[in-house]
């Protein structure tokens, strides 16, 4: 019964470049959240998705951030352009669409994809 | 004021004792909390979850709620080395349940 799979678990990018982070909710969940996590400023909420669907994106920088939730494959966040600040850890979290109007399902978290910007 | 606040630590108890970690909120509409547990490198770990005023107990975790005050709090009984670890307090704001408001979390060293 896997969990939430994110890759790659660890991605070095040139300022300038793009990076892809990807990924596969649990089993059953179609609801997904990306968060990032700085050292100094904790976990901050980035966006919700469901299927083909972006619900809530108010935590993602205007310019340089999206992310998509296909109907196949995984949920991507894409960053164009990376900056040293964008170095972070980034976790996907995903719960079932069952429990999506019930306050108290909780979050299962992936391992998280750690990016660092040279 | 931050939305979600915690001592940041680092809190040091014995092996055995009570470990006692405070998060204050800031949205009086708030209706559910969290306590997740992170290690260092990894990602966060659901400990407890609560809604209603008063305790509830789960091994050896307590999690306590006060809305009036605006206070969760998490007490680790007979503590371990293992629970070595940063605690995080979430919180959803009020009518938007997807979205977990976190504090900067409290680091808690258990001495053997």
């Known amino acids: 019964n896997a969990g939430v799979m994110q890759n790659p678990r660890h991605l070095v990018r040139r300022r300038g470049q793009e990076a892809r982070l990807r990924c596969s909710p649990m089993?059953?969940?179609?609801?997904v959240y990306w968060y990032r996590q700085l050292p100094e400023e904790g976990l901050k909420f980035m966006v919700y998705?469901?299927?083909?669907?972006?619900?809530?994106e108010s935590g993602m920088p205007k310019e340089r951030f999206s992310a998509e939730f296909p109907k196949e494959g995984p949920s991507i966040l894409r960053i164009q352009q990376v900056v040293r600040g964008d170095s972070a850890a980034y976790f996907c979290?995903?719960?079932?669409?069952?429990?999506?109007?019930?306050?108290?399902?909780?979050?299962?978290f992936g391992n998280g994809t750690r990016l660092t910007v040279t | 004021q931050k939305e979600v606040e915690q001592n940041s630590g680092p809190l040091s108890v014995p092996e055995g004792a009570i470990a006692s970690l405070n998060c204050t909120y800031s949205?009086?509409?708030?209706?559910?909390f969290f306590w997740y547990r992170q290690y260092s490198g990894k990602s966060p770990e659901l400990i407890m979850s609560?809604?209603s005023n008063g305790d509830k107990e789960d091994g050896r975790f307590t999690a306590q709620l006060n809305k009036a005050s605006q206070y969760v709090s998490l007490l680790i009984r007979d503590s371990q080395p293992s629970d070595s670890a940063t605690y995080l307090c979430?919180?959803?704001?009020?009518?938007?349940?997807?979205?977990?408001?976190w504090g900067l979390g409290t680091s808690l060293a258990v001495n053997p």
């Open positions: 979290a995903s719960s079932p669409s069952t429990q999506a109007s019930s306050y108290n399902s909780p979050l299962h």
């Open positions: 089993k059953g969940h179609s609801h």
């Open positions: 998705l469901q299927k083909e669907n972006i619900i809530d």
């Open positions: 949205d009086r509409g708030s209706q559910s």
């Open positions: 609560i809604y």
């Open positions: 979430a919180v959803p704001p009020a009518g938007n349940n997807r979205k977990l408001i």
